[in-house]
């Protein structure tokens, strides 16, 4: 053996250990438990884990650093904008003008806090929202088991393992019932390994080491109790630097539109800019106001909060989601969710209420209803399946609350009902070995002992164990099985009526069985039909896909007849849907070999039944390679490869495995199939509010541009100067802006079809209006300009100073112009938002502040200015909005 721990520990028992364990799969389970100083039936003390944790710190992979504050704000540095900002301001110091290089600098520093400030919250909210779902792990503590994060796992604790969970620290097997694991993440082997506790030779390969366990890797089948070898960065996993968080992150769908929208934007701003100035001086006009004339016009052009509204969007919807109970993982999965076009979901517990009850029961030739079950408690078969269901159930009682799956709870309650102590006849019967149920076979077995005799309890679905019976029981005594046919007919009657059946089977040995023969040769027993209702929230929330344009798909391992009376029961199928749309899973053995016909048929089923994992994730894979973006509802391990695949994988946080949170994007922490609406409404909402918030910052912009450009070339007095400009970005811009992007949005928006994930920001229709709004503001601008020049005038200072104004109110009035056409103006999403409501004030206050303030106005030029002055303004400002109206109402705008 390959020792390097001490036999003795000096001081205290606490861990002491400089090194870590050698070899640990060539160590006995005994040798190992005396080298970590663990008593296997009682774990570490608080003392031991205090000291070890201090020693080996937290089990996490190692982590890229959180940023900190002041990196976050020296970062909003390092932008295009700032640099051009930077370089005006340069300019105006190398000039003498020390105020409107003062200015510039504000503005800088403005910008960088406004981004810095939304970072950090955004951040911060992800990272509060991600601790919320962190992977946890059972384990052995002062001889108590209890449940707590698997960041506090250390070096020799005991953790206790059963299907679903995710392996979470290096750990070596101790004990074992039917255990198996699968390590693709390791080995890209994606079969399962069966695990064992014995001790293997030194040399054997990592791939070899059935004794052992490695973090991240996922428990498929049985139950463990296994000892911590190594935690965080010591682990396999944590010494494959790929598999780190280090890795550079990738830019979201989002942020990627984003920065074509803007490089194309800079690019087209930065050639008017050049043709502004080139014109400027030509005309005869200063040519150092016009070099900074046309760098401010090129940073007016470009929506340099494109990113930060888009974050902190995004991140307010998490929040907002988080409140009922939706946890978004990631969050670039928000806004995925408002493109989601099909949504596959189990049935139990999902558009069921997961609260089984027994309803109905065969035995032998008798059939009748669970409630008169009473009446036959002499019959030997009624007997066994009562015995079956009290041994072959895995439910627990916990603060007297039965926990566990939900059939095998509704077992319980019914041999309780029949006058039996399932507690007694397990401790009657011991339980020494266990075959877990597998969707693969859908059926699990247990084998128990009284005094000389083997007794075998089986029970799954009636296909799966009419194969493996030979024998019925009946009141006569065992006797040939040749009936199995009418058992299905039976069956599917009972299904029809929306009952899940489960069969029952046996077998009485006087030797052990061998593993591999414990489901042969068995003797049926009979069958029990199970009721589970529908939610009664589920109806509405499919009509409400329907008319959202989104398909729900059940996906679910149940008889086709007992799927289909629920998917006509919710409205997921009509009661007359013919009956290509309910699919068995033995007709998808290949999907990608399915003829074309075949392949649009599942196109339009609705319900997909007795299906097992690998067609699940078939399933996700067929419908993308259709051009949908899927989204899949799981809470099993045989879920997790659909839920990682799948465009948005969504698990259930009550019931879900820690396997299926772990690959999900979204978690609902109620179980509630409902709340996948308000996650989808809330991504479409989000990318509604990107996209008024990106209309209207250009289509102001645009209006910035073109009143300067057609000043210019007509020889007009100049309607904006630099600073001006640069104020405009600032105020009337950013703060209705961010207060767009904000939105509660459109009450209506889950009735039109989801959005083609290829759908760039802005269509052409969206193009549209952005030009025309900002033609309507240019237009009034000009006006203003041409009738305080020509008609009234007034000194080139006066009539900037009202063109000024001019285009602040018209800005300010262009967030009324972004519903749709087809919505009222005075009642619609922006009207009802407070948040526009306060940026309109905040903005008209700021301007009122800077009127009276003599540093900011002189650095912006500004003058005093008479009633009639403002009469103009005013009269200019809503002729802009009043324009935008007629022509949407013309239809030329949305």
Same mark, same amino acid.
């Given at each position: 053996?390959?020792?390097?721990?001490?036999?003795?520990?000096?001081?205290?028992?606490?861990?002491?250990?400089?090194?870590? %364990?050698?070899?640990?799969?060539?160590?006995?389970?005994? +040798?190992?438990?005396?080298?970590?100083?663990?008593?296997?039936?009682?774990?570490?003390?608080?003392?031991?884990?205090?000291?070890?944790?201090?020693?080996?710190?937290? =089990?996490? %992979?190692?982590?890229?650093?959180?940023?900190?504050?002041?990196?976050?704000?020296?970062?909003?540095?390092?932008?295009?904008?700032?640099?051009?900002?930077?370089?005006?301001?340069?300019?105006?110091?190398?000039?003498?003008?020390?105020?409107?290089?003062?200015?510039?600098?504000?503005?800088?520093?403005?910008?960088?806090?406004?981004?810095?400030?939304?970072?950090?919250?955004?951040?911060?909210?992800?990272?509060?929202?991600?601790?919320?779902?962190?992977?946890?792990?059972?384990?052995?503590?002062?001889?108590?088991?209890?449940?707590?994060?698997?960041?506090?796992?250390?070096?020799?604790?005991?953790?206790?393992? +059963?299907?679903?969970?995710?392996?979470?620290?290096?750990?070596?097997?101790?004990?074992?019932?039917?255990?198996?694991?699968? +390590?693709?993440?390791?080995?890209?082997?994606?079969?399962?390994?069966?695990?064992?506790?014995?001790?293997?030779? $030194?040399?054997?390969? *990592?791939?070899?080491?059935?004794?052992?366990?490695?973090?991240?890797?996922?428990?498929?089948?049985?139950?463990?109790?296994?000892?911590?070898?190594?935690?965080?960065?010591?682990?396999?996993?944590?010494?494959?630097?790929? *598999?780190?968080?280090?890795?550079?992150?990738?830019?979201?769908?989002?942020?990627?539109?984003?920065?074509?929208?803007?490089?194309?934007?800079?690019?087209?701003?930065?050639?008017?800019?050049?043709?502004?100035?080139?014109?400027?001086?030509?005309?005869?006009?200063?040519?150092?106001?016009?070099?900074?004339?046309?760098?401010?016009?090129?940073?007016?052009?470009?929506?340099?909060?494109?990113?930060?509204?888009?974050?902190?969007?995004?991140?307010?919807?998490? %929040?907002?989601?988080?409140?009922?109970?939706?946890?978004?993982?990631?969050?670039?999965?928000?806004?995925?969710?408002?493109?989601?076009?099909?949504?596959?979901?189990?049935?139990?517990?999902?558009?069921?209420?997961?609260?089984?009850?027994?309803?109905?029961?065969?035995?032998?030739?008798?059939?009748?209803?669970?409630?008169?079950?009473?009446?036959?408690?002499?019959?030997?078969?009624?007997?066994?399946?009562?015995?079956?269901?009290?041994?072959?159930?895995?439910?627990?009682?916990?603060?007297?609350?039965?926990?566990?799956?939900?059939?095998?709870?509704?077992?319980?309650?019914?041999?309780?009902?029949?006058?039996?102590?399932?507690?007694?006849?397990?401790?009657?019967?011991?339980?020494?070995?266990?075959?877990?149920?597998?969707?693969?076979?859908?059926?699990?077995?247990?084998?128990?002992?009284?005094?000389?005799?083997?007794?075998?309890?089986?029970?799954?679905?009636?296909?799966?164990?009419?194969?493996?019976?030979?024998?019925?029981?009946?009141?006569?005594?065992?006797?040939?099985? !040749?009936?199995?046919?009418?058992?299905?007919?039976?069956?599917?009657?009972?299904?029809?009526?929306?009952?899940?059946?489960?069969? @029952?089977?046996?077998?009485?040995?006087?030797?052990?069985?061998?593993?591999?023969?414990?489901?042969?040769?068995?003797?049926?027993?009979?069958?029990?039909?199970?009721?589970?209702?529908?939610?009664?929230?589920?109806?509405?929330?499919?009509?409400?896909?329907?008319?959202?344009?989104?398909? !729900?798909?059940?996906?679910?391992?149940?008889?086709?007849?007992?799927?289909?009376?629920?998917?006509? +029961?919710?409205?997921?199928?009509?009661? $007359?849907?013919?009956?290509?749309?309910?699919?068995?899973?033995?007709?998808?053995?290949?999907?990608?070999?399915?003829?074309?016909?075949?392949?649009?048929?599942?196109?339009?089923?609705?319900? @997909?039944?007795?299906?097992?994992?690998?067609?699940?994730? $078939?399933?996700?894979?067929?419908?993308?390679?259709?051009?949908?973006?899927?989204?899949?509802?799981?809470?099993?391990? =045989?879920?997790?490869?659909?839920?990682?695949?799948?465009?948005?994988?969504?698990?259930?946080?009550?019931?879900?495995?820690?396997?299926?949170?772990?690959?999900?994007?979204?978690?609902?922490?109620? $179980?509630?199939?409902?709340?996948?609406?308000?996650?989808?409404?809330?991504?479409?909402?989000?990318?509604?509010?990107?996209?008024?918030?990106?209309?209207?910052?250009?289509?102001?912009?645009?209006?910035?541009?073109?009143?300067?450009?057609?000043?210019?070339?007509? =020889?007009?007095?100049?309607?904006?100067?630099?600073?001006?400009?640069?104020?405009?970005?600032?105020?009337?811009?950013?703060?209705?802006? *961010?207060?767009?992007?904000?939105?509660?949005?459109?009450?209506?928006?889950?009735?039109?079809?989801?959005?083609?994930?290829?759908?760039?920001? %802005?269509?052409?229709?969206?193009?549209?209006?952005?030009?025309?709004?900002?033609?309507?503001?240019?237009?009034?601008?000009?006006?203003?300009?041409?009738?305080? &020049?020509?008609?009234?005038?007034?000194?080139?200072?006066?009539?900037?100073?009202?063109?000024?104004?001019?285009?602040?109110?018209?800005?300010?009035?262009?967030?009324?112009?972004?519903?749709?056409?087809?919505?009222?103006?005075?009642?619609?999403?922006?009207?009802?938002?407070?948040?526009?409501?306060?940026?309109?004030?905040?903005? !008209? *206050?700021?301007?009122?502040?800077?009127?009276?303030?003599?540093?900011?106005?002189?650095?912006?030029?500004?003058?005093?200015?008479?009633?009639? &002055?403002? !009469?103009?303004?005013?009269?200019?400002?809503?002729?802009?909005?009043?324009?935008?109206?007629?022509?949407?109402?013309?239809?030329?705008?949305?």
């Amino acid at each position: 053996m390959k020792n390097v721990f001490p036999k003795t520990l000096p001081g205290n028992s606490c861990f002491t250990l400089k090194v870590m %364990l050698k070899d640990p799969h060539a160590l006995s389970s005994k +040798e190992i438990l005396s080298e970590l100083k663990v008593d296997p039936g009682k774990g570490l003390t608080a003392a031991e884990v205090s000291a070890r944790f201090k020693k080996h710190g937290a =089990n996490r %992979l190692k982590e890229s650093k959180s940023k900190n504050i002041g990196l976050i704000f020296l970062e909003q540095f390092l932008d295009p904008i700032i640099y051009i900002l930077a370089a005006a301001m340069a300019l105006a110091y190398f000039f003498g003008e020390w105020l409107e290089g003062t200015a510039v600098l504000i503005v800088i520093l403005i910008t960088a806090l406004i981004g810095f400030f939304m970072e950090w919250q955004a951040i911060r909210s992800v990272e509060a929202l991600q601790k919320m779902v962190e992977t946890l792990a059972n384990v052995l503590r002062d001889g108590k088991e209890e449940q707590i994060k698997a960041t506090g796992l250390v070096p020799g604790d005991i953790v206790i393992l +059963e299907s679903g969970d995710v392996i979470p620290a290096d750990c070596r097997m101790l004990e074992t019932e039917s255990f198996a694991v699968k +390590e693709a993440i390791l080995t890209g082997e994606s079969n399962q390994i069966e695990k064992n506790a014995e001790a293997l030779p $030194d040399k054997v390969p *990592l791939a070899n080491r059935k004794n052992m366990l490695y973090k991240g890797t996922i428990a498929v089948r049985g139950k463990a109790k296994a000892i911590v070898i190594s935690t965080g960065i010591k682990t396999e996993i944590g010494r494959i630097g790929e *598999l780190t968080s280090s890795a550079k992150k990738e830019s979201t769908p989002l942020e990627k539109k984003l920065k074509r929208l803007s490089r194309w934007l800079i690019w087209l701003t930065l050639v008017l800019a050049i043709l502004i100035v080139v014109t400027g001086y030509f005309q005869g006009k200063d040519l150092m106001l016009m070099i900074k004339t046309g760098i401010a016009l090129a940073v007016a052009a470009i929506p340099e909060g494109l990113p930060i509204v888009a974050t902190i969007a995004l991140a307010r919807g998490m %929040l907002r989601l988080s409140k009922k109970n939706v946890v978004i993982k990631k969050l670039e999965a928000v806004q995925t969710l408002g493109e989601t076009g099909i949504i596959c979901t189990d049935k139990t517990g999902t558009l069921t209420e997961n609260k089984m009850s027994v309803h109905h029961l065969m035995l032998g030739t008798l059939d009748f209803p669970a409630t008169e079950a009473s009446n036959f408690k002499s019959d030997p078969a009624f007997e066994k399946l009562v015995l079956i269901g009290s041994l072959c159930n895995n439910s627990k009682l916990k603060d007297d609350k039965f926990t566990g799956d939900a059939v095998e709870i509704a077992l319980v309650e019914f041999v309780a009902e029949m006058g039996s102590d399932y507690k007694e006849l397990q401790q009657k019967y011991p339980k020494i070995q266990e075959v877990p149920f597998d969707a693969e076979i859908k059926k699990m077995a247990t084998l128990h002992t009284l005094e000389n005799q083997h007794l075998t309890c089986v029970k799954g679905a009636l296909e799966a164990l009419l194969g493996s019976c030979d024998l019925i029981l009946t009141k006569d005594g065992p006797k040939d099985f !040749v009936d199995k046919d009418e058992w299905q007919k039976q069956a599917k009657l009972i299904a029809a009526e929306g009952m899940r059946v489960l069969a @029952f089977a046996f077998k009485q040995t006087g030797t052990k069985p061998a593993y591999e023969d414990l489901m042969k040769n068995l003797t049926f027993v009979g069958i029990l039909g199970f009721l589970d209702p529908p939610r009664k929230d589920i109806k509405q929330a499919i009509e409400t896909y329907k008319n959202a344009g989104i398909r !729900v798909v059940m996906v679910t391992g149940d008889h086709p007849d007992t799927a289909r009376k629920i998917g006509e +029961e919710i409205g997921l199928i009509a009661e $007359d849907a013919p009956d290509e749309m309910v699919v068995h899973g033995a007709d998808l053995e290949e999907i990608g070999s399915l003829t074309e016909d075949k392949q649009r048929t599942l196109m339009q089923a609705g319900i @997909f039944a007795r299906m097992v994992p690998g067609q699940k994730l $078939d399933l996700v894979k067929f419908y993308q390679k259709n051009k949908a973006i899927v989204g899949m509802l799981g809470d099993g391990v =045989n879920d997790a490869p659909a839920l990682k695949k799948a465009d948005i994988g969504i698990a259930m946080g009550i019931r879900g495995t820690e396997a299926a949170k772990e690959v999900a994007d979204v978690i609902l922490m109620d $179980d509630k199939f409902t709340s996948t609406e308000l996650a989808i409404r809330q991504g479409r909402t989000i990318f509604e509010n990107i996209r008024q918030f990106v209309i209207f910052l250009l289509s102001c912009n645009l209006a910035e541009i073109i009143s300067v450009a057609l000043a210019s070339l007509s =020889n007009l007095p100049m309607p904006l100067l630099p600073l001006q400009i640069l104020f405009l970005n600032l105020v009337t811009d950013v703060f209705p802006a *961010l207060a767009l992007g904000v939105g509660k949005g459109d009450p209506n928006i889950m009735k039109d079809p989801p959005r083609d994930p290829q759908e760039p920001i %802005l269509t052409k229709k969206h193009w549209t209006a952005t030009v025309l709004y900002g033609l309507s503001i240019t237009a009034a601008v000009i006006g203003a300009v041409a009738y305080t &020049h020509f008609k009234m005038g007034l000194s080139a200072i006066v009539v900037n100073n009202i063109a000024f104004y001019t285009l602040i109110l018209g800005q300010l009035l262009n967030v009324f112009n972004l519903p749709g056409r087809k919505i009222s103006f005075l009642k619609n999403e922006v009207t009802s938002n407070p948040w526009v409501w306060g940026a309109l004030i905040f903005s !008209v *206050l700021t301007m009122v502040l800077v009127y009276h303030i003599p540093l900011m106005a002189e650095a912006l030029s500004l003058v005093p200015l008479s009633t009639n &002055h403002f !009469v103009v303004i005013i009269v200019f400002g809503f002729a802009s909005l009043a324009l935008s109206q007629i022509l949407k109402h013309l239809k030329l705008a949305n």
